[in-house]
């Protein structure tokens, strides 16, 4: 079936350095990629997403690349602060709704 | 604008007893999607609804757990003769209509913290 994978599962960074988060994808029919981010008892919220049509989208600090070939996409952050410190989810889905098949996560922390 | 609003939001059942957990979309929002999370675990996918119609159950578990979205009022999921492995945090999540704008962005409520004792 689908499936999502996510790496690192951990990721611990001092503030200001960079943080990546990769993601790999099964179903070579998903054509929407989005980052989710969960702080500790909350909700996930979106973050940025990414549409197959798109390579590389970006805002602010953070920004997504997607490689359709190899199945992969990517989030970059940039001048981490301790407020990042959370978990973030990659997800994969297709257009027009069905289901959203999501990463196992990666926690991360930012040290101040 | 009230976002997705879930109720309730702890939910403490023994072993053998049901369990209804309620999830009200954004308001214009005709998708729900129902996910779990176990404890420092991911979202996993159960089920997607649109008003009245069941979309993809594929997550879901074929006994004890069923969905509902009625023409009127929330999103129901229930849970019959709960087990201590239900225990979870349950999210819904809404969206609008496919389709429309370029948003396909899922907002998700606070979640239900169900525990099974």
């Known amino acids: 079936g689908e499936n999502v994978e996510q790496h690192p599962s951990t990721l611990s960074v001092q503030e200001g350095d960079s943080a990546v988060i990769k993601c790999t994808y099964s179903?070579?029919?998903?054509?929407?990629f989005p980052w989710y981010k969960q702080e500790l008892g909350k909700r996930p919220q979106l973050i940025i997403d990414i549409r197959s049509n798109v390579g590389e989208k970006k805002d602010q600090r953070i920004a997504v690349t997607l490689n359709k070939t190899a199945k992969h996409f990517s989030l970059h952050i940039t001048e981490t602060q301790p407020e990042d410190s959370a978990v973030y989810f990659c997800?994969?889905?297709?257009?027009?709704?069905?289901?959203?098949?999501f990463g196992a996560g990666t926690r991360l922390f930012v040290k101040a | 604008n009230a976002g997705v609003m879930q109720n309730p939001r702890h939910l403490v059942r023994r072993r053998g007893q049901e369990a209804r957990l309620r999830c009200s979309p954004m308001k214009g929002h005709s998708h729900v999607y129902w996910y779990r999370q176990l404890p420092e675990e991911g979202l996993k996918f159960m089920v997607y609804?649109?008003?009245?119609?069941?979309?993809?159950e594929s997550g879901m578990p074929k006994e004890r757990f069923s969905a509902e979205f009625p023409k009127e009022g929330p999103s129901i999921l229930r849970i019959q003769q709960v087990v201590r492995g239900d225990s979870a945090a349950y999210f819904c999540?809404?969206?609008?209509?496919?389709?429309?704008?370029?948003?396909?962005?899922?907002?998700f409520g606070p979640g239900t913290r169900l525990t099974v004792t």
């Open positions: 179903d070579s029919a998903s054509n929407y």
């Open positions: 609804l649109q008003k009245e119609n069941i979309i993809d």
């Open positions: 999540a809404s969206s609008p209509r496919q389709g429309r704008g370029n948003s396909y962005e899922q907002y």
């Open positions: 997800a994969a889905s297709l257009i027009g709704g069905f289901k959203t098949i």
